[in-house]
């Protein structure tokens, strides 16, 4: 601070001062969780039980990983969480944007009426056709079968409404000189309008990713085999009734099935943000 | 809905064909071509949309059980919805779920976006960041942690409020503090969503506005409430009804920390729909139960349309 101190600008100090101690503390209170679960993964089985806790663990131990591997078929759960929320994001975007395309730049009677329906349609929570879904998948014999986890949200009316809204935004000078040029229309939308719409796929496959890793109703129903389910479905045995599994073991579980879109988020946190900010709607 | 309809550019239509083709040719043969791009997404939504949509409503008026003989049973399963009081009790505990969480979550989501964008603020990216964080980790896990963290006895919360003199026990076996520890942890996992899209709104605020009350003197507190908050009312109208449908789909934290319990105090609907679909097999009894939880949704949907519809046509 210079010498010269008017009483105005001191106070105006202060409440800024104030202002980044408040959000010191809320931001300390908000990542209290995710210190619990980095520390606590690491900690002894000694530590985890004793009293007084600790937050800091005094030795430091993988131990908790090793028998997290143990308890659970684990690598196979984080490839199956790998495989159904990237499998789903893939083959949402190719349908959805395939459809959105239509909806945006193909002239044809009732793509009103359509595009009303899909928007009908988003208003439908998943919960609400949990069970003739779930009849449909086992008639189909694909219970604990990952095109059974996959197919149902393999296109999805929000991506659809999402990518059409970013498409008319495109200007169509370039797909006319295209259409001139004598380019089919499959051609215009996977070399002219797909490239220049990057950002909005991107946009909407960190949405849909993020949402289906961190998803427990939907691979809990479909899956009734512990080697099917994913990460996060996969914890949730541990717990509850007769799941006497020692804390640490539980927090490096979860360690583990967080680090991946922590990671994501931390490399690309302003794409992400916006991402969620964008498709807020859901 | 974040993105507005737009009205679409006039239609490009493509040049005719050699061949002299009539127009009715070329409308057929457009119709065709938008039919092979919107095939696969019309089939998967039909079948596990659509289909679904009318099949569980012919199962609301049954006594399935997914397999055997089913027969119907007309509107038994929709009295029973508001006749039996694990039902009721369950409609009120989503209601009390969304009482504590839409307020608190969206409260504090608007104060942080609020502080966020204050000018004074310094390493805004670094809060950001950080208070954002938890919405990238699962509702499981969230759940996981905040047990540990509030077990009676090895809980670090626990340990630290009894340090300062207070007592909170074992907050998930006391019916009445539950739920609000439940709602807790959904507030905690998404704030920093509704967060983010407030700051958003904020942004779109004129700073010229903010200058114009600055220097007619006007307090804080004022600029508040007569710029802030006006300007942010689409906004906060948006995240409103966003969290409550959020609400009324509450079951992931509940699953894992209460299991509906202690003495039903946290069955929600959804768990409610869970439990009497998946373990009990009373299709029928979900199928109702889970319109209803869809005719909620919807009214509140349509709450958000008819709001919006307003304040377009205000701001026109």
Not at chain 1, 32 to 49: G, S
Not at chain 1, 95 to 116: H, N
Not at chain 2, 123 to 152: E, H, I, K, M, N
Not at chain 2, 209 to 222: C, H, I, K, N, T
């Amino acid at each position: 601070m210079t010498t010269i101190s008017l009483p105005r600008p001191r106070r105006v100090h202060a409440a800024s001062v104030m202002l980044a101690v408040a959000m010191v503390l809320a931001t300390a209170a908000a990542l209290l969780p995710i210190a619990i679960i980095v520390f606590t993964a690491f900690k002894p089985v000694a530590e985890v039980n004793a009293y007084p806790p600790t937050l800091v663990p005094g030795a430091w131990t993988l131990e908790n990983f090793a028998r997290i591997f143990e308890e659970l078929p684990f690598a196979r759960l984080i490839g199956n969480s790998v495989i159904f929320a990237g499998g789903v994001t893939l083959f949402a975007l190719v349908f959805d944007s395939l459809a959105a395309y239509a909806l945006a730049r193909i002239d044809f009677r009732g793509s009103k009426v359509l595009l009303i329906a899909i928007i009908a349609s988003l208003m439908i929570p998943f919960q609400a056709t949990l069970i003739p879904v779930y009849q449909l998948v086992a008639d189909l014999g694909l219970i604990n079968t990952f095109a059974g986890l996959i197919a149902p949200r393999a296109a999805d009316a929000f991506g659809i409404f999402f990518l059409r809204q970013f498409f008319l935004s495109l200007p169509r000078d370039l797909d006319n000189a295209a259409r001139i040029d004598g380019a089919s229309e499959f051609r215009i939308f996977r070399s002219v309008v797909l490239p220049n719409a990057v950002p909005a796929l991107l946009t909407l496959g960190i949405f849909t990713f993020v949402n289906n890793w961190n998803d427990l109703l939907w691979p809990l129903v479909f899956t009734t085999e512990a080697e099917m389910g994913t990460i996060t479905s996969g914890l949730t045995l541990l717990t509850g009734p007769g799941g006497i599994i020692p804390q640490g073991v539980m927090m490096a579980g979860s360690l583990i099935a967080v680090l991946p879109l922590a990671v994501m988020f931390l490399m690309i946190q302003r794409r992400f943000i916006e991402s969620v900010a964008s498709t807020g709607m859901k | 809905m974040t993105t507005t309809l737009q009205r679409p550019a006039p239609r490009y239509r493509p040049p005719a064909p050699l061949g002299g083709r009539t127009p009715h040719a070329r409308s057929a043969r457009r119709s065709l071509l938008a039919l092979l791009f919107l095939g696969p997404a019309l089939v998967l939504l039909g079948a596990f949309v659509a289909w679904p949509m009318l099949s569980a409503f012919r199962l609301s008026f049954t006594d399935s059980s997914g397999f055997g003989r089913e027969s119907w049973v007309g509107l038994e399963n929709y009295v029973r919805v508001f006749a039996d009081p694990d039902v009721l009790r369950a409609l009120g505990n989503t209601a009390l779920y969304a009482a504590l969480f839409t307020p608190t979550a969206v409260v504090t989501a608007l104060v942080l976006a609020l502080a966020l964008n204050h000018p004074r603020l310094p390493l805004r990216g670094a809060f950001r960041t950080a208070l954002f964080l938890p919405f990238v980790v699962s509702l499981a896990v969230a759940a996981f942690a905040w047990s540990y963290l509030l077990d009676p006895q090895i809980g670090l919360l626990n340990f630290w409020l009894r340090g300062a003199g207070l007592q909170l026990g074992n907050v998930l076996q006391d019916p009445a503090l539950a739920m609000p520890t439940v709602a807790l942890v959904a507030v905690w996992k998404n704030f920093g969503f509704y967060m983010v899209i407030f700051l958003a709104g904020l942004q779109e605020i004129p700073g010229s506005l903010r200058e114009a009350a600055v220097v007619d003197g006007a307090s804080p507190w004022q600029r508040f409430r007569h710029i802030t908050l006006p300007m942010l009312s689409n906004t906060f109208a948006f995240v409103l009804i966003v969290a409550l449908i959020a609400a009324l789909q509450a079951f992931d934290q509940i699953y894992v920390m209460t299991g509906g319990g202690p003495f039903g105090s946290t069955q929600t609907i959804v768990m409610e729909i869970y439990e009497s679909g998946f373990r009990e097999l009373e299709l029928g009894f979900a199928s109702a139960l889970s319109y209803v939880l869809l005719g909620i949704t919807l009214l509140l949907s349509l709450l958000q349309f008819v709001f919006f519809g307003r304040r377009e046509k205000d701001l026109q």
